[in-house]
DNA sequence: CGCACTATCTATAAAAG
DNA sequence: TCTTTTATAGATAGTGC
């Protein structure tokens, strides 16, 4: 991917939020197709340092998925959600 | 990557399970960089078509965030669990 | 910020051993 | 099958608006 770095915390804040929304989409993408073409379910969720979720994806039965494993309130917690 | 593939279910078992673990490696080693390098935690979980939990990645505070977002019973579902 | 570009680096489908 | 190789598609750091 693009320049080489290193991989360690980027200290500069804009840097870091832009590489997070940059990967976090490419993560997602790549959850999703894992998903679809092995016909997994898949979570993905990434804290932010406050603690609160900031994102989540899966392919199906998300909601039997989220009763069954998750604890956090949803509603109240995702930043957004985005489901395949 | 390689040849362009749909994104559609492998209907071919081995080819779907060799497809799975290549894609899982990729997923854990993203998700850790993303981890690092942007200071979030992340979990990801890849649950098996009978429910299981497959898989699980993440960077730091483990146990608590296992705790405070995870329902289920960590030893006795996880497969294996690489912690960054 | 948010998107667009692109040179580079990474991931990976197939093939080969 | 499992590993390794290889050709190619995809991801992305830096940059410019």
């Known amino acids: 991917m693009g320049r080489k770095i290193e991989i360690k915390k980027i200290e500069e804040t804009t840097k870091r939020q832009v590489t997070f929304s940059?990967?976090?989409s490419s993560l997602l993408k790549k959850a999703d197709e894992i998903a679809i073409c092995c016909d997994v379910d898949v979570l993905f969720v990434a804290f932010s340092p406050s603690g609160r979720l900031n994102k989540f994806c899966s392919q199906q039965?998300?909601?039997d998925i989220l009763q069954r494993y998750l604890k956090v309130p949803v509603e109240?917690?995702?930043?957004?959600?985005?489901?395949?």
């Not at 109240?76 to 985005?82: A, D, F």
């Open 22 to 24: 940059k990967r976090r």
């Open 61 to 63: 039965r998300v909601e």
């Open 76 to 84: 109240q917690r995702l930043t957004y959600m985005t489901i395949s």
